[in-house]
């Protein structure tokens, strides 16, 4: 199949590159709207990343040049109108798991930084001040972290976390056996909320979980808690977030993912001036890490990335439906 593949980056197309077989694959660098759709005249297929806005006008857009496909080279398909494809007879297909390692490893990553301020420290060495002062750490052992979300990720960061002496707080509708197995207890979100020192979003962003931390929740959390979010931004209310980390109720905020990233992340913005005056406030405190959407980026699962979303456009061209559709 011909495939528009929008939103690449060099390390993209390596990958796909080596993944394509007999499929051809044309690339381009900006986001997939109804603005760049157009782009996808010829091909039958487009594959697309978190940040594209496949929303009711874009598909509209892509079913006029006659696409038929909808490949996510991603886990998450929040930024897809599923109704609209549905009503259009587009298929849409994502890839549900490629390295649940990667992104949980990032996760646990944040966390480590965050209390022992690597970050700080490296800097400081490489200026020759060895002072401790502003280093403090806590012990991660015996502390309890509350894991909101025990798919894929979320179990493999109980699985870490386990390793490291943590008492496991686990908070999902669908309670899974295997993350019991590993010591979680399922608690409610109020009780989690009040016993964990860290909590950690590993859940979709659904219309449930949107701003699933807010004001409410920041409020019923233990004073100075570490919350830290790799799933989707819009789960945390980041003005919430702020007014917690002003008032010391949030202790530590790592975040891989931002409510309006669509503009900033997988991009160089060295150069220029910041208008988002919400995300620069957040640059702004010292309590504070913030990772540009990195957490899925290994070699491992760009790898899983590049196979699955290919073998999705291969069995729709040989079936009419990818191997892991998304209905609506
Ligand atoms: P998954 O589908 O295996 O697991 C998600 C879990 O969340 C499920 O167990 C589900 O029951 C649970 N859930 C749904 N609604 C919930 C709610 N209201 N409260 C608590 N839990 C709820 O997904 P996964 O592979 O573990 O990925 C989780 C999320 O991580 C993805 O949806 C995606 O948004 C995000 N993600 C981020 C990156 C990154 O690079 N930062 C990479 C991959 C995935």
Redesign the pocket.
């Known amino acids: 199949m011909r495939v528009a593949v929008f939103s690449t980056k060099p390390y993209d197309r390596r990958f796909l590159d080596a993944a394509r077989g007999e499929h051809e694959l044309v690339y381009f660098e900006p986001r997939l709207s109804a603005a760049t759709a157009s782009l996808a005249a010829d091909a039958q297929a487009v594959c697309a990343f978190v940040n594209d806005a496949l929303d009711a006008p874009c598909l509209e857009a892509l079913r006029q040049s006659g696409i038929r496909l909808v490949a996510m080279r991603?886990?998450?398909y929040n930024n897809v109108d599923l109704a609209a494809a549905q009503r259009l007879g587009i298929a849409v297909a994502r890839v549900?798991?490629y390295s649940?390692h990667a992104?949980a490893e990032h996760a646990v990553a944040l966390i480590l930084t965050l209390n022992r301020k690597t970050h700080r420290a490296f800097n400081r060495v490489r200026e020759g001040n060895f002072a401790l002062e502003g280093l403090l750490g806590f012990d991660l052992h015996g502390k309890t972290v509350g894991v909101?979300?025990?798919?894929?990720?979320?179990e493999c960061v109980l699985a870490i976390l386990k390793g490291f002496g943590c008492r496991l707080l686990a908070?999902?509708?669908?309670p899974?056996s295997a993350a019991e197995a590993l010591g979680a207890e399922y608690v409610s979100k109020a009780e989690l909320l009040a016993q964990s020192d860290i909590i950690t979003l590993?859940?979709?962003?659904?219309p449930?979980?949107h701003h699933?931390i807010d004001r409410e929740a920041i409020a019923a959390a233990k004073p100075g808690v570490m919350l830290v979010n790799?799933?989707?931004g819009a789960v945390i209310d980041t003005r919430a977030a702020i007014a917690g980390l002003k008032d010391g109720r949030i202790g530590h905020l790592a975040l891989?993912?931002y409510e309006d990233e669509g503009g900033l992340f997988f991009l160089d913005h060295s150069g220029d001036v910041i208008r988002d005056d919400v995300f620069a406030r957040l640059l702004t405190f010292p309590n504070v890490l913030i990772t540009g959407?990195?957490?899925?980026f290994t070699r491992e699962a760009l790898t899983a990335i590049a196979e699955t979303t290919i073998g999705n456009i291969t069995a729709f061209a040989e079936t009419g439906r990818p191997l892991h559709p998304v209905d609506a």
């Open positions: 991603c886990a998450g549900p798991a649940p992104v909101v979300g025990t798919g894929k990720i979320g908070h999902d509708p669908e899974s590993h859940c979709p962003l659904t449930e979980t699933f790799t799933s989707r891989d993912v959407h990195q957490a899925f």
